[in-house]
């Protein structure tokens, strides 16, 4: 349905403005977007999903609207932080604890997030900067290796 916005937002997103705005309203945004429109809102533009997990410092429940690549089993997700040279700190929470739960298309399930590295994140690169090219722009602003997370849904179906 909004599709065609794909390359709008794409170059968007990819501007020194927005990588310096992005952090402070975009977060916000997508969790509305998420609690009103649930199946359609940004995720018709790039698939999103809405992580629940668990602040690794504080222990309290945290809420992070995450673009993400829907695969076979689960989801791919990339702590970009719109090019900011810190991971973003949903990542650390993940490696502390990788029990999580996702909301995707209207439906909640738990998962495990588990951190891809050397070839197993390789592979799946290609196919996260087909969804979002503007990785490549954040990876070369950061001067990271952006995090990917596999998050497998732990029930079926």
């Not at 199946?39 to 602040?55: A, K």
């Not at 945290?62 to 791919?76: D, I, M, N, Q, S």
């Not at 596999?150 to 029930?155: G, K, M």
């Amino acid at each position: 349905m909004l599709g065609f916005l794909k390359p709008f937002f794409q170059w968007l997103a990819g501007t020194d403005w927005f990588m310096r705005v992005g952090p402070r309203f975009v977060p916000q945004l997508d969790r509305a977007v998420h609690r009103i429109f649930k199946r359609l809102g940004s995720s018709q533009v790039i698939p999103t999903l809405v992580l629940f997990h668990t602040g690794a410092r504080s222990g309290l429940p945290r809420r992070t609207p995450l673009a993400c690549l829907p695969v076979e089993g689960g989801f791919l997700v990339v702590g970009s932080n719109f090019g900011l040279p810190q991971h973003p700190a949903w990542t650390a929470n993940l490696l502390a604890e990788p029990h999580v739960r996702v909301s995707y298309a209207g439906r909640e399930v738990p998962a495990e997030a588990r951190l891809l590295t050397g070839a197993e994140r390789e592979a799946v690169w290609p196919d996260l900067l087909a969804l979002w090219p503007v990785y490549a722009a954040y990876t070369a602003k950061s001067g990271r290796e952006l995090r990917v997370f596999s998050l497998t849904s732990s029930q079926s179906g």
